[in-house]
């Protein structure tokens, strides 16, 4: 099966900058995407990585460490419309099906 | 992207009746999915809605179940049959229309009662 770890919860400050790690063990790997979900919505695409490094869009950045099984999103100047789980999902072949962490709640505080 | 557009956005049922829910994409899309999410879980895949064939089902789900259409590229349905409370849940469809991108429909929020 596939094993996929995000912290449960976290807690950041209006501008300031939230890292939020995500771990993996699958049967393979064909890409990493990261979501945003906000309380009652559906996921919204944030990010893909599919080769190691680091990818920018905007106040959001992930980075991917394939030899490592470790991606992060990177959430810069926080505003407290970012307070939403965050998932984490793993494309483990080319089937295009995705296996997701538990997601990761942040809460932005004034 | 495009445009999903799934309905109904929520609904109350009950229990032993059925519910189908559609997704349509204004375009059209190599592959589409359905996934579950119960009350503060993540997102669980239920099936791949295969084109003109029968649906592929992950591990704990049955086509008695949870039965899918895909009549064409732009449109699937799926059927909650024989509901229970434990059905209540978020649903969700998923489209992709290239490797590097995975879209959700706004979801279907399903309470038995």
């Known amino acids: 099966g596939q094993n996929i770890d995000q912290p449960t919860e976290m807690t950041a400050t209006e501008g300031a900058i939230v890292q939020i790690n995500c771990t993996y063990q699958t049967s393979g790997f064909n890409g990493l995407f990261w979501y945003q979900q906000h309380a009652g919505e559906a996921p919204t695409f944030l990010s893909y990585n599919v080769l190691d490094g680091l990818e920018e869009k905007g106040r959001f950045s992930s980075f991917l460490s394939r030899s490592k099984g470790y991606s992060y999103l990177l959430l810069k100047e926080l505003q407290m419309k970012d307070s939403a789980s965050y998932l984490c999902a793993v494309r483990a072949s080319n089937d295009y099906k995705l296996s997701f962490g538990a997601g990761t709640t942040v809460t932005v505080r004034a | 992207s495009a445009v999903i557009s799934q309905k109904p956005s929520r609904d109350i049922c009950q229990r032993g009746t059925s519910l189908t829910i559609q997704c349509q994409v204004d375009s059209q899309v190599t592959m589409m999915f359905w996934y579950r999410q119960q009350p503060g879980q993540s997102l669980t895949l239920i099936a791949t809605a295969n084109q003109g064939s029968e649906a592929t089902y992950e591990s704990g789900f049955v086509i008695d179940k949870f039965p899918i259409s895909r009549p064409n590229l732009t449109f699937s349905t799926l059927t909650v049959s024989n509901m229970s409370p434990e059905d209540s849940s978020i649903y969700l469809c998923?489209?992709?229309?290239?490797?590097?991108?995975?879209?959700f429909g706004q979801g279907t929020r399903l309470t038995v009662v």
């Open positions: 998923s489209v992709v229309f290239s490797n590097t991108e995975a879209f």
